[in-house]
């Protein structure tokens, strides 16, 4: 329940190698207006914690099948078992304590970067983060939100009905809609800063400044903060043994 | 000039862990019609091969900038220079060589497995595999083919319009558009094999041929094969100075 001693946690997944980048400063700005606006705030930087993005047997410290590796199968039996290896178990931890989810990386070839996508593979695994029926809006994060915050090399006209990519909304349905929605994530329109580095400093202060004021609006919304007072709609809606359980002692 | 003597020559670009899996069995199909059809097949066995798909100071062997790390310009130097490291090179000039791309892969979160973006991110690099003004019909590729091959765990009715992930090709519009067609690779529709860990054992082997029909038929179409006897247009059309002269050597 949200309040001066039990604030809105978010949780910011970062993916970039280099910390003077812009998508740094993406990053930093983040925290720190959701710092200010009384959030409390939790970062994976995945380059600079060597997150391994490699989906197999190493997700793992058990074995569901040792014959043949089926993916879910094992996840599903980590997820019973707990037999994720620490690092997804730290992973899942911090998705588990979190309302608002930030993802914030550069555009590579349309997409995340892989160390991203991997973190998607091997943390949101089936059992802990999605099931069958539990999906969409039926997903295990209906409540709380998610949204994305991404530098492009590309010209907002590229990103455009005619452009060579074609509409930012196509490029990015495969993160907006097969990763963050599928979970059940409330979305807010994707902030992308365009060609950031080609465009003026005055134009890259700006954009700074708009994804602040994007952020805080929708880490703030009253209706929405309101709503996770209401047990079992956001926080603990994940509701599975353990993540229920963890979340119940962290109170 | 593709002849008995010097074939068409197809990479195949494979990224699943477990060796008993459908996707193996996609795979191990395609390299059989095509040898069977008197192409060469090389394979990047992502996993088995344990690629590294994580992009950043690791990729090269020397540096651009010691002081911060900007991607496409540290790949350009590596370009330019032929400073990436052994594994990078490695698939280059599997790249270099090939004529026809085939890429096969579990859909995990609505695209590519880590893995295999990280190959496209550090692998196609800047200067190697694409630069300003030479993308999608201008492009390296051009003259080039490509296609997909993908396994999904979801129906074909969730990929369809109204169904929960959207139509398939909103699904792969940023594999599709923005990595195959980007390099300019002519692309055919993907192949999807909807389902298959719940279809049946006679629904799998149906799959596996229509497969290979439809990858032979591109493979072998006479109208492609003949253009890539005309210099410049595909073979050798990525003319960059080190693969031109990879290439000019290997003949």
Redesign the interface.
């Known amino acids: 329940m949200p309040s001066p001693q039990n604030p809105v946690r978010a949780l910011v997944i970062y993916a970039h ?2 910390p ?2 812009f998508c740094a400063a993406l990053k930093d700005a983040a925290i720190a207006v959701l710092e200010r606006a009384g959030l409390t705030v939790e970062v994976s930087d995945l ?1 600079a914690e060597r997150f391994d ?5 190493r997700d793992f410290v058990g074995k569901a099948d040792p014959a ?5 199968t094992e996840q599903l039996t980590a997820w019973k078992n707990q037999t994720f290896s620490p690092e997804i178990q730290r992973e899942q931890e911090r998705v588990s304590r979190a309302d608002l989810f930030i993802f914030v990386f ?1 555009l ?8 991203l ?2 973190w ?2 091997r943390v ?1 695994a089936y059992g802990f983060a999605y099931a069958d029926g539990r ?2 809006e039926h997903g295990y994060f209906n409540g709380k939100r998610g949204v994305l915050a991404i530098s492009t ?1 590309g010209t907002e006209h590229r990103f455009s009905e005619g452009g ?3 509409p930012v909304s ?6 907006q ?3 963050l929605e ?1 979970l059940g994530l409330e979305t807010a329109q994707p902030f992308v800063a365009y060609a950031t ?1 080609r465009v003026s400093e005055e134009q890259r202060t700006q954009f700074l400044r708009e994804w602040q004021e994007r952020l805080v609006d929708i880490a703030t919304d009253p209706d929405w903060v309101e709503s996770l007072r209401r047990p079992n709609v956001a926080r603990g809606a994940m509701g599975a043994p353990v993540v229920g359980g963890e979340w119940a002692k962290m109170k």
């Open positions: 190698p280099e003077t980048s380059y993005p490699v989906g197999g047997r043949r590796f089926h993916y879910q550069p590579w070839w349309g997409g995340v970067p892989a160390i996508k991997g998607f593979d949101l999906r969409y090399g060579s990519y074609g196509s490029v990015l349905h495969g993160v809609h097969c990763m599928y580095p």
